[in-house]
């Protein structure tokens, strides 16, 4: 073989080499853009699931907050228990009074 066919040889297979090693650059920039939707996709989704379960977090300091209500709402239903008891005593009090009195 001359030079010249080596060269021409040569150049082909330069040029072949390029042509696979641009395709290849393509495929990644083509995979990375891919990955780069699905990322953007999950992240979206991880924000959507995170807003609406941020209110199951919240819960514990609801129910804590109930309990508080309802021992307060005990207290109150007791002191009024007491109080109507009281009022009860008063109105028989004044009736008997009121009895004697009237004799």
Known sequence: MDSITIWTYSLIAGGVVILIVAALLILIILA????????????????NIAGNTV???????????????????????????????????????VGQAVKKGGN
């Not at 891919?34 to 992240?43: M, N, Q, T, Y």
């Not at 819960?59 to 007791?78: F, P, R, S, V, Y």
């Open 32 to 47: 990375a853009r891919s990955i780069d939707h699905h990322a953007k996709e999950i992240w979206l989704a991880g924000k």
């Open 55 to 93: 209110s199951i977090w919240m819960l514990k300091d609801t129910n804590e907050t109930a309990g508080e209500i309802l021992q307060t709402a005990g207290d109150i239903a007791g002191t009024a228990g007491k109080i109507n008891q009281k009022l009860d005593l008063l109105g028989q009090a």
